[in-house]
C-alpha cells in the first residue's frame, strides 16, 4: 500500500467524456484518458484491503462479485501509484489475456465490490487497467512471444469470441499447434460485430489479432463449422475441439405482426452497422435515419442499439424494459459487496436524452401487437403496461398485463435486443451435443468436457449468455483441461 492515507486524501474521479451532442457525430470512442499524475493519484485510493472483494470473484446472494478473473488490483493499483507501469502489466497479464477489451467494455463488478466503495465511491479500477495495458502497447511491451517448444498437439477453437481468444492464447503458449474457425469474415465474434465501435474500436481487436498470429494461431475466417467443415472432419484433423460459438440463439418477439418488414434482432443491426462503419462501401446496412426507433430490451444490448441509431439520425427511439426501474440506491436487500442493482443511465441513454430531451426508457411494457401497413412495413405497434405481482405460496414473481393499458406507438424500425437462447441446433446436432434445459452445451459442473469425446465447450454457448470477463475466464479454464488432457 504506497499510501495508506491516499482514499482519505484523494476523491474519486475518472476519464472526460466527450459531450453526448459532440460524440454522436461519429462512431469513435469518446473517452479522454487523464494525465499520468492524476492517474497515480486516482491509484493512490486504493487501500490493499485485507480482504480483497475486488479480485474475489465469488457468488454472493446470487450474483457474482468481484473480477471473475481474479485480477490482483490491489498489486496492480500499488504499482500505477510508484510509477512502475511496466512490472504493473506484467501482474495484469498473469490473469487477464485481453486488457484492452474488458477495461473498455466491462461493467467492472471489481468497482460494485471495492472496499472504497461501501462507505465512499469506489477506486476507479477499470480505467487504472486500461491506463496499464495502454502504457504496455505505447512503450512496445506487448510484442509477440512465439513459445520456444512446439508440442505437435493440434487443437481446434470453433468461434473467436473472448473464450475462443483466450482459449486459443493460452493452449499457444503451452506450444500447441492451435486454429481458430470463425464463421464471420473477421476474427472476434461478440468484441468485433456484437460491440458497437464507440464501445470498443475495432483496431483494438485487429492489434489483438495481429499479435496472436505472429505468435502462431491460426486463423481461418469465414467458415461455419457444422456447415462447411463437419464435426467429423474436425475430429479426425485435431486431437481436440473447443467449441466457443457463443450463445448465439437471440430471443424473438411472438407477437402478432411479427413478420413485418423492418423488424430485426439487435445481433443483425448492430453487425451491419459495424460492418458499414468499418467499410463504407458494404451497403447492406440497416439505416435508422429519418425513422421511428424502437428498441425492445433494457440490457447492454438495447442501450448500444439506442446509440447507434442516434448516430445515424433517428428521428426518435424509444425502449421498452418489462422489468421494473431500478431504485437509484441501493436497497436494504442488495448490501455491499453484491452487484448493485440501481438505476444505470448508460452511455446512449445520456445520449437520447440529450437529444430529444427525456429518456428514452419506459418500464414494465411490452409490445403487444405489432401493426403493419398495406406495404407489410412495421409502422406501429401496440404496447401494454405490465404489473409484477408475488405468488404467496412459491414466493415468486409473476407477471401480468395491466387491463386496459394498452397504448399505440409510431415506429419505422423494431429492434429486438431481448437476449439470447444458447446454443445454435445445428452446431450441437453435427457434434452430438448433449444440451442442459436451458439450451446450453452440458458438462459436469465445474467441468468443460462434453459427452463427445475429445470435444469441449466453454463460454456463453456453455454458461449461457454473460459478460466478456466470464468469457475470458472460462476459456482460461477450458484451456487449462483441455491441456491436461492432452498431456497428462
Given at each position: 500500500m504506497g499510501k495508506p492515507t491516499g482514499f482519505l486524501e484523494y476523491e474519486?474521479?475518472?476519464?472526460?467524456?466527450?459531450?453526448?451532442?459532440?460524440?454522436?457525430?461519429?462512431?469513435?470512442?469518446?473517452?479522454?484518458?487523464?494525465?499520468?499524475?492524476?492517474?497515480?493519484?486516482?491509484?493512490?485510493?486504493?487501500?490493499?484491503?485485507?480482504?480483497?472483494?475486488?479480485?474475489?470473484?465469488?457468488?454472493i446472494g446470487g450474483m457474482a462479485s468481484g473480477c471473475p478473473l481474479n485480477n490482483m488490483c490491489p498489486e496492480w493499483n500499488d504499482l500505477?501509484?510508484?510509477?512502475?507501469?511496466?512490472?504493473?502489466?506484467?501482474?495484469?497479464?498473469?490473469?487477464?489475456?485481453?486488457?484492452?477489451?474488458?477495461?473498455?467494455?466491462?461493467?467492472?463488478?471489481?468497482?460494485?465490490a471495492c472496499t472504497c466503495g461501501l462507505n465512499d465511491t469506489p477506486v476507479t479500477i477499470k480505467e487504472n487497467e486500461n491506463a496499464i495495458i495502454e502504457?504496455?502497447?505505447?512503450?512496445?511491451?506487448?510484442?509477440?512471444?512465439?513459445?520456444?517448444?512446439?508440442?505437435?498437439?493440434?487443437?481446434?477453437?470453433?468461434?473467436?469470441?473472448?473464450?475462443?481468444?483466450?482459449?486459443?492464447?493460452?493452449?499457444?503458449?503451452?506450444?500447441?499447434?492451435?486454429?481458430v474457425f470463425e464463421r464471420s469474415d473477421r476474427p472476434g465474434g461478440l468484441l468485433m460485430y456484437g460491440i458497437p465501435n464507440m464501445k470498443l474500436e475495432k483496431a483494438v481487436i485487429e492489434?489483438?489479432?495481429?499479435?496472436?498470429?505472429?505468435?502462431?494461431?491460426?486463423?481461418?475466417?469465414?467458415v461455419n463449422v457444422g456447415v462447411d467443415v463437419k464435426a467429423e472432419e474436425l475430429l479426425k484433423d485435431y486431437d481436440r475441439v473447443i467449441l466457443t460459438c457463443g450463445s448465439s440463439k437471440p430471443r424473438d418477439i411472438k407477437a402478432p405482426g411479427r413478420e413485418a418488414e423492418g423488424i430485426y434482432f439487435a445481433v443483425d443491426y448492430?453487425?451491419?452497422?459495424?460492418?458499414?462503419?468499418?467499410?463504407?462501401?458494404?451497403?447492406?446496412?440497416?439505416?435508422?435515419?429519418?425513422?421511428?426507433?424502437?428498441?425492445?430490451?433494457?440490457?447492454?444490448?438495447?442501450?448500444?442499439?439506442?446509440?447507434?441509431?442516434?448516430?445515424?439520425?433517428a428521428k426518435s427511439v424509444v425502449q421498452l424494459e418489462m422489468m421494473p426501474k431500478p431504485p437509484e440506491e441501493r436497497a436494504d436487500?442488495?448490501?455491499?459487496?453484491?452487484?448493485?442493482?440501481?438505476?444505470?443511465?448508460?452511455?446512449?441513454?445520456?445520449?437520447?436524452?440529450?437529444?430529444?430531451?427525456?429518456?428514452?426508457?419506459?418500464?414494465?411494457?411490452?409490445?403487444?401487437?405489432?401493426?403493419?401497413?398495406e406495404k407489410g412495413c412495421v409502422t406501429k405497434v401496440k404496447a401494454v403496461?405490465?404489473?409484477?405481482?408475488?405468488?404467496?405460496?412459491?414466493?415468486?414473481?409473476?407477471?401480468?398485463?395491466?387491463?386496459?393499458s394498452e397504448y399505440v406507438l409510431d415506429v419505422d424500425l423494431v429492434l429486438i435486443a431481448a437476449g439470447f437462447l444458447g446454443t445454435q441446433e445445428y452446431i450441437a446436432e453435427d457434434f452430438g451435443l448433449k444440451l442442459t434445459d436451458r439450451n446450453?452445451?452440458?458438462?459436469?459442473?465445474?467441468?468443460?468436457?462434453?459427452?463427445?469425446?475429445?470435444?469441449?465447450?466453454?463460454?456463453?454457448?456453455?454458461?449461457?449468455q454473460s459478460l466478456v470477463v466470464w468469457a475470458i475466464r472460462e476459456g482460461r479454464e477450458v484451456a487449462r483441461d483441455v491441456d491436461e488432457d492432452l498431456m497428462g
Open positions: 474519486r474521479r475518472g476519464n472526460t467524456e466527450m459531450a453526448p451532442l459532440e460524440r454522436i457525430q461519429n462512431f469513435n470512442e469518446f473517452h479522454v484518458p487523464m494525465g499520468e499524475e492524476e492517474r497515480r493519484c486516482q491509484a493512490a485510493r486504493c487501500m490493499d484491503c485485507g480482504v480483497p472483494f475486488c479480485q474475489s470473484g465469488m457468488m500505477i501509484y510508484l510509477g512502475n507501469y511496466a512490472e504493473a502489466l506484467g501482474r495484469l497479464l498473469k490473469t487477464n489475456n485481453f486488457p484492452e477489451f474488458t477495461s473498455r467494455v466491462c461493467p467492472a463488478p471489481c468497482e460494485a502504457y504496455g502497447y505505447a512503450n512496445d511491451l506487448m510484442a509477440a512471444k512465439p513459445p520456444k517448444v512446439r508440442t505437435g498437439k493440434k487443437v481446434a477453437v470453433v468461434g473467436s469470441g473472448p473464450s475462443g481468444l483466450a482459449a486459443a492464447d493460452q493452449l499457444n503458449k503451452r506450444g500447441h499447434n492451435v486454429t492489434g489483438r489479432v495481429k499479435i496472436m498470429e505472429e505468435e502462431g494461431v491460426e486463423f481461418r475466417t469465414g448492430l453487425m451491419r452497422v459495424t460492418k458499414h462503419v468499418m467499410d463504407p462501401a458494404y451497403k447492406d446496412v440497416i439505416d435508422a435515419k429519418g425513422k421511428n426507433v424502437l428498441v425492445i430490451g433494457g440490457g447492454d444490448t438495447g442501450n448500444d442499439c439506442v446509440g447507434s441509431s442516434i448516430r445515424q439520425g436487500n442488495n448490501p455491499w459487496p453484491e452487484w448493485p442493482k440501481v438505476l444505470k443511465t448508460d452511455y446512449g441513454q445520456q445520449e437520447a436524452i440529450a437529444v430529444f430531451g427525456s429518456d428514452p426508457r419506459i418500464y414494465e411494457t411490452t409490445v403487444k401487437e405489432f401493426i403493419k401497413d403496461k405490465l404489473a409484477w405481482t408475488r405468488d404467496e405460496k412459491t414466493g415468486r414473481m409473476n407477471m401480468g398485463e395491466v387491463p386496459g446450453n452445451v452440458y458438462t459436469r459442473p465445474g467441468q468443460y468436457k462434453t459427452n463427445v469425446e475429445h470435444v469441449f465447450a466453454a463460454g456463453d454457448m456453455h454458461r449461457g
